[in-house]
């Protein structure tokens, strides 16, 4: 059923958006700024900041001393140069007209700009993030109101199963190992390596997930793989699933709550297992 056109307004194109090795200039130095660096840091790029250093925010201060991907400037903001092989630029300043000014050169220059707490003046948002190792997961209000985002983002952090993240990088490695001892990009290899992927993630849970070691990992490869079926954990080398794992339960998981979970975990594996 196709979707209705009335509702295809008012969002933003969410993109889990590549920056290693870029390079992003950063003009502020308090609280906010800090929260971008660390951001800007997640993703694997490399930081100039622009910001005197009687503001900087102790967390701040902490990264320019112990990050060898920051270069500092202990200035203000000094115009057009400031932007030369700059492919992105966050500001995070009390003033106001500074910021539009900032906003303007970029814009002039095409780079991407996103100017703290003036959304006609950003091309992007940050929302609010839920992250545990590889697992990223992004709530936007699309600026409206973020303290709402963070609310909800908490909600749903409460209900995400406790080794997610862990068990999206033996996913990973798993699915890694799989195209080499099955390469190619697309036709019947291709399909048959995303079916089996999908099955696996959809046959264990996410807590046998990421148990996974590199035997074990092997092990299913030798067993699952090679005879086209998905074994059992306990078949590949793990504790019989009626073995104790001590696991947390969190307090949110009632059964409509619990859906929700088991379906978003679900749903990131999936897609994890299905990307090229």
């Given at each position: ?51 005197p250093r ?5 967390l701040t ?216």
């Amino acid at each position: 059923m196709p979707p209705d056109l009335a509702s295809l307004h008012g969002g933003s194109l969410l993109l889990a958006w590549q920056l290693k090795d870029k390079h992003v200039l950063i003009v502020g130095g308090g609280d906010v700024a800090s929260g971008r660096i660390e951001s800007v840091l997640v993703a694997d790029a490399r930081i100039s900041l622009i910001a005197p250093r009687s503001g900087l925010h102790p967390l701040t201060q902490w990264f320019v001393d112990n990050s060898d991907r920051i270069t500092y400037h202990d200035r203000l903001f000094a115009g057009p140069d400031d932007l030369q092989t700059v492919d992105l630029v966050l500001t995070a300043i009390d003033d106001v007209d500074a910021s539009r000014r900032i906003c303007a050169l970029c814009r002039d220059r095409r780079i991407p700009v996103n100017v703290a707490d003036i959304p006609p003046s950003c091309d992007f948002y940050f929302g609010s993030q839920i992250r545990s190792g590889p697992l990223q997961i992004m709530i936007s209000t699309n600026g409206r109101s973020p303290k709402l985002a963070n609310i909800l983002r908490r909600k749903i952090e409460e209900c995400i199963p406790e080794h997610a993240g862990d068990a999206i990088e033996k996913v990973g490695s798993l699915r890694s190992k799989l195209k080499e001892r099955a390469p190619g990009v697309g036709g019947d290899v291709g399909r048959r390596r995303m079916r089996w992927m999908i099955d696996v993630c959809s046959s264990w849970d996410i807590n046998e997930l990421a148990l996974l070691d590199d035997n074990m990992i092997g092990r299913l490869l030798d067993e699952g793989w090679e005879k086209n079926q998905v074994p059992r954990l306990e078949d590949v080398g793990g504790p019989a699933k009626n073995a104790p794992r001590h696991t947390a339960v969190p307090a949110c998981l009632l059964p409509t709550a619990f859906g929700f979970a088991a379906g978003a975990a679900v749903t990131v594996l999936l897609f994890f297992a299905r990307r090229p």
